[in-house]
């Protein structure tokens, strides 16, 4: 499909309505941010903006699924996986993680900066849902609690190196790369030690 098709053009419009209401909800904050804004960024009216999207949370939750759709196929795939899970799908599960994290790395520091939002928009409690899933796939439970720790934690360590390491002089992906072999090493360490 060509993109001067009217489907293209649409899909085209909506990813830049997507682009600049992050931009200006992590310029801004979600709350202070209009619509009216968004569409004079974009240097549309208001209407044609609500072709697309009525609210800000039908943006913020379009973004959601768009981005996060390789975790979907992420905890898809762990579920098919045989239990307890093995070191090696563990390691995965980290390394796809990571992945997906850095694909949509601006929503997910909008997520960070706008957590209290998060908690009341819909799409908060999904993203809870799907921490815990992965936090029950990387756990040992019978495991001592060190190790457990150690598995939460590892997952934690790419949030942290996404979120907290973002200012840290140097190429971003070699930061991620950095927490991952942080994180790769702690799954590590509580698999020997279970």
Request: with cysteine.
């Amino acid at each position: 499909m060509s993109s001067s098709s009217p489907q293209g053009r649409r899909g085209n419009t909506r990813q830049r309505i997507q682009d600049v209401a992050l931009e200006l909800f992590a310029e801004q904050g979600y709350e202070k941010t209009s619509l009216r804004e968004i569409a004079e960024r974009l240097e549309v009216t208001k209407a044609a903006l609500y072709y697309h999207f009525k609210t800000k949370e039908d943006i913020i939750i379009s973004v959601f699924e768009d981005v996060t759709r390789p975790i979907d196929e992420l905890i898809d795939w762990a579920r098919q996986q045989p239990r307890p899970c093995t070191l090696e799908t563990k390691r995965e599960v980290l390394r796809r993680y990571s992945e997906a994290m850095a694909a949509g790395a601006q929503l997910y520091r909008f997520m960070q900066e706008n957590q209290a939002t998060m908690r009341e928009l819909s799409i908060g409690e999904t993203v809870k849902q799907r921490l815990f899933y992965l936090v029950e796939v990387l756990r040992n439970d019978d495991g001592p609690l060190t190790d457990q720790v150690r598995c939460v934690s590892a997952l934690f360590t790419l949030h942290a190196g996404m979120m907290f390491l973002q200012h840290v002089e140097g190429d971003p992906e070699e930061t991620r790369a950095a927490a991952l072999e942080v994180a790769i090493d702690l799954i590590t360490q509580a698999h020997h030690g279970s």
